[in-house]
């Protein structure tokens, strides 16, 4: 598909020309303690930073600092700072799961209801420091438990409302949290989401593993019959009345965590990614403001969960460090159907949306007339985010939802980035459809090949990134030794994203999908190891392998291989039944979407499983199987061809 250039009115209206981009990109890179100096001063600090980078990717000494001798206060830069200038502008626009349903909340409420919330965990005992674990629906409660958190200087573990107890359990022992805040249910597509009940039953899950929640604070939502643990449990709308609405922000050190927010790797439990305050804020608000070109009054919406990283830095902490009007989602795409999206656009005549690839992919199936039936005329600059988006989809997009009228960016970034690292920028950057085309300030992407070599040019392979940038995580919490051997071992002097790329003749970056064992299943990151020992953990389950492979509307879907117990017997009650384990397990984004029995899997006489056969077959490509001599049992591998074809 060839290449839409830069219209005369992106350019207009654009805050960065192509020559500036190049001019800024250019400095960020050869003098990144100047550029950052000047960019980090769009912070409100309380004592200015003097040093700007010191940081290093020596191996044995991953260390990563930002601003350091500055201090600052984070929710005193999304909300305090605004009140003079913005008080009374609409700091989030709730839009609930019920179209009847939407509130305008101002900064000047949004200080009030942040500082209450301050109050009330300080009442609690909860201190600079400790960590709070967050589960909530999409109600603007969730924005002011993170942002309490970060005027009191707690970090905040925001956890998916989507995950199941035991996740959430988990996450809570993992971060030695003894205070949870959630809701009574979440409502979402017209149900209703236990959050309450999986909470206390978290709890119970995080006791045993030894850690005690002792504090659970619980917001109201839809007023159904929850169980209550009196001493623990605490009701959001009786305590908020019990505090004071002033709540001074804590003075911080820009390297004091802001968050920790678990996210699946290759192998092993999910890592707890840890965010700091200065960096990570001056790189959220820069981002947001520059790859959105965001301007005064603009009205932003970003789809995602608040449980996402995505969440974080482009629905709460980079949007309201700009003081813009932030929209919160609290439903669905589909529901009450499939216009929905565009229908609040209408209604709150939004001017820059942020979504994912599964969601337009989802939405495009239901025809264009649902999109065409609205206006949409508010529009300026449409956003994706999550995974690869492939160019017809792009072009859907571009054409049916925007219209033609606003440029696409296609932003790449990970949990671990903190924010946005490759993206066009509108006005200035030419689009390719299905790229994420170029570095952001300060990024410097480099491709390399399996034994580490740099590759030059147009090429493809793996993509590293050798140089930090404010927003990158500072380490895995509580295990430091874990974010060298997981990011920087296996090519020294480098972080290594997981993903592969390649780069074409004119320099623009395609993401291809990650090279590791994590799929990307509508946008949501999963390890096939969690997967497997979700399985394993089966009393009839002995060994379980999981690959993803292509789905139509997720991207990618979850392939499971099974094998049984001797005794056990293969039957669509046990498919069914290890389905709903899954879930259990992990929560209903993690339910596999094929399970093939499998009598043995393919092994290396070493006992490896060999995973790239394990892909073909699942993708159904049986020419390419490859080497299969180094195997235990060749044999094997005929069986489970036999097996997928005949389940066709
Ligand atoms: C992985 C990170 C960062 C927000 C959401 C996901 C994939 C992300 C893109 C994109 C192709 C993408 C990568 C990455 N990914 N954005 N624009 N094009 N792939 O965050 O859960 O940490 O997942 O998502 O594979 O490594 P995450």
Request: glycine share 10%.
């Amino acid at each position: 598909m060839s290449t839409i250039h830069v219209k005369d009115e992106w350019k207009a209206r654009a805050k960065l020309t192509e020559d500036q981009y190049q001019d800024w990109y250019r400095r960020s890179v050869e003098d990144p303690d100047g550029f950052w100096g000047e960019h980090g001063k769009r912070l409100d600090w309380i004592k200015p930073y003097e040093r700007v980078k010191n940081t290093s990717f020596a191996p044995g000494n991953i260390d990563l600092r930002w601003f350091e001798d500055g201090t600052l206060n984070v929710a005193a830069n999304c909300i305090d700072r605004h009140l003079e200038t913005r008080g009374d502008q609409t700091a989030i626009l709730w839009e609930g799961d019920d179209p009847a349903d939407s509130k305008a909340i101002t900064y000047r409420q949004l200080h009030e209801e942040v500082s209450r919330m301050a109050n009330v965990l300080k009442d609690r005992g909860v201190q600079k420091g400790d960590r709070v674990t967050i589960y909530m629906p999409m109600v603007p409660e969730a924005a002011y438990a993170m942002l309490a958190c970060a005027r009191i200087g707690a970090i905040h573990s925001v956890v998916f409302g989507g995950f199941s107890p035991d996740a959430l359990g988990g996450r809570i022992e993992g971060a030695q949290s003894d205070v949870l805040i959630t809701s009574d249910e979440g409502l979402r597509g017209g149900r209703k989401v236990p959050l309450k009940k999986n909470a206390d039953r978290a709890c119970e899950i995080a006791e045993k593993a030894g850690q005690t929640v002792k504090t659970m604070l619980v917001i109201q939502r839809t007023g159904g019959e929850v169980a209550w643990q009196d001493g623990r449990d605490v009701w959001w709308h009786e305590a908020r009345e019990a505090v004071s609405a002033d709540c001074p922000p804590a003075e911080m050190q820009a390297e004091d965590p802001l968050f920790i927010l678990y996210t699946s790797g290759s192998t092993g439990k999910p890592k707890g990614v840890l965010h700091t305050s200065g960096g990570y804020l001056v790189y959220a608000s820069m981002t947001h403001e520059y790859v959105f070109d965001y301007h005064d009054g603009d009205v932003y919406w970003c789809t995602a969960d608040v449980g996402w990283v995505t969440g974080h830095s482009y629905i709460v902490y980079g949007p309201l460090a700009n003081g813009a009007t932030t929209l919160m989602f609290e439903g669905v795409p589909n529901y009450p159907d499939a216009s929905r999206f565009w229908q609040v656009i209408d209604k709150h005549k939004v001017n820059i949306f942020y979504t994912a690839p599964t969601a337009i992919r989802s939405l495009m199936g239901a025809g264009d007339a649902m999109v065409t039936k609205t206006s949409r005329a508010s529009l300026k600059v449409l956003g994706t985010v999550g995974e690869p988006i492939n160019p017809e989809v792009w072009s859907w997009y571009y054409r049916v939802v925007g219209d033609e009228r606003s440029p696409v960016v296609d932003t790449w970034w990970q949990t671990e980035t903190g924010g946005i690292l490759i993206t066009p920028l509108p006005g200035a950057t030419d689009l390719k459809p299905g790229s994420a085309t170029r570095p952001f300030f300060g990024v410097q992407p480099q491709l390399v090949d399996n034994v580490g070599t740099v590759l030059d040019g147009a090429n493809d392979g793996n993509l590293c990134i050798t140089d930090s940038w404010p927003g990158q995580m500072r380490t895995v919490y509580g295990d430091h030794e874990r974010f060298e051997q997981t990011y920087f071992s296996t090519y020294p002097n480098k972080y290594f994203t997981g993903d592969g790329a390649r780069r074409d003749a004119d320099g623009y970056w395609w993401i291809t999908g990650r090279v590791d064992d994590v799929i990307n299943v509508s946008g949501h990151r999963m390890g096939t190891a969690e997967v497997e020992s979700a399985l394993v953990s089966h009393a009839k389950v002995s060994e379980a392998a999981v690959v993803g492979y292509p789905h139509d509307i997720k991207g990618q879907g979850i392939y499971c291989y099974v094998t049984l117990m001797e005794g056990e017997e293969p039957s669509e009650a046990l498919q069914k039944e290890l389905v709903a384990h899954v879930r259990n397990e992990i929560g209903p984004i993690a339910s596999p979407d094929k399970i093939q029995f499998a009598p043995g899997l393919p092994k290396t006489r070493s006992g490896k499983i060999m995973r790239r056969i394990l892909r073909k077959i699942a993708e159904d490509d049986f020419g390419a199987l490859g080497d299969t001599s180094t195997l235990a049992d060749p044999g094997v591998v005929d069986d489970l061809v036999e097996h997928r074809q005949n389940r066709k």
